[in-house]
């Protein structure tokens, strides 16, 4: 007899307003604790010293967060010149000092260098897996070890304000995979100053955006309120980039069951023309339910990730 799972079967999203100095983790379980949910996961980590979009998945949802984890992100953020530091942020030591003091202008000058598909370096302390290790726990055990430089795509960054001598405010669109901290230490070294990370937000993950966004003390007092459907997003908030189909009742019966349905050839051309070359996903929809991620073979739907919603 098969163990019952704690917790209740909630599934969707919630797009939650990361507070200052809570790990991503920590968010996690106290949205999972919230809402009493079976199964809980995140879409990206998001830093203790930073705040801002963090999406949360319930239940079924997080069958859904390897589409979100590609999605494009906006971050806010400020750099405070003078000081480079172990971390890239003013959490860190200090390992350089510096009197230069760029101008707004200096920096808007070396802003194009970092803009559209660039090299970059991760930071030390960043959650990439080195010899199946984290890199930031073999940073804070002192630890030699060299990341690799990756390809990133920053699709804007500009200066936003220079509130005075000291700081600089900024704000970038980008791809997956690419790190504020390290565009600070980069736009630094071009300038020859000793720069980090002073305020850091991010705004933007995907669709999900700071309209949309709940704070956790809001999201905690619904629930006391019993009014945390308030704060649910549909599973599907995360595919919004996926093409959908609306299938019959017999035939999301049969996805359901993880068989195959045949398309029509007037459903094949109308999905041909969503398609971006070279991609076969298709979201199934029986009316407003989300039945199955399939993907599309010789004229068939084929599932892939199946989902239990009711």
């Known amino acids: 007899m098969a163990r019952r799972k704690k917790g209740d079967a909630i599934s969707g999203w919630v797009c939650l307003d990361k507070p200052y100095d809570l790990t991503s983790t920590s968010a996690v379980s106290r949205v999972r604790r919230a809402f009493n949910a079976q199964k809980a996961g995140h879409a990206g980590t998001l830093d203790p010293l930073a705040t801002g979009i963090l999406p949360l998945a319930l239940g079924e949802a997080t069958k859904t967060v390897p589409f979100l984890m590609d999605a494009d992100k906006a971050y806010r953020f400020t750099i405070a010149w003078g000081r480079s530091t172990t971390t890239l942020d003013r959490e860190g030591e200090t390992t350089d000092a510096s009197d230069v003091r760029p101008t707004r202008e200096q920096v808007e000058g070396v802003l ?104 956790l003390e809001t999201l905690e007092n619904l629930g006391y309120e019993a009014r945390l459907s308030e704060a649910l997003l549909p599973v599907e908030t995360a595919l919004d980039d996926i093409p959908a189909l609306a299938v019959t009742d017999e035939d ?38 989300l039945v199955a991620l399939c993907e599309m073979r010789a004229g068939s739907l084929n599932p892939v990730r199946v989902f239990q919603l009711t």
């Not at 070294?189 to 955006?209: E, I, P, S, Y």
């Not at 068989?259 to 070359?277: D, G, H, N």
């Open 252 to 289: 999301a019966f049969r996805l359901a069951q993880g068989r195959a349905i045949v398309l029509l050839p007037r459903q094949v051309e109308s999905l041909k023309a969503v398609l971006t070359p070279g991609d076969r996903t298709v979201s199934a929809m029986s009316g407003q339910r």
């Open 112 to 215: 194009p260098a970092f803009v559209g598909e660039i090299d970059q370096i991760p930071p030390n302390y960043s959650a990439i897996k080195v010899d199946g290790e984290r890199a930031y726990d073999l940073a804070r055990e002192g630890v030699e070890f060299e990341l690799k430089t990756r390809k990133v795509k920053v699709h804007s960054l500009r200066v936003t304000g220079a509130p005075d001598a000291d700081h600089i405010e900024l704000e970038m669109e980008c791809g997956k995979g690419t790190y504020v901290r390290a565009i600070v230490r980069d736009v630094a070294t071009a300038l020859g100053a000793c720069g980090h990370v002073d305020q850091l937000r991010r705004t933007r993950v995907g669709r999900f955006t700071e309209e949309t966004a709940i704070g």
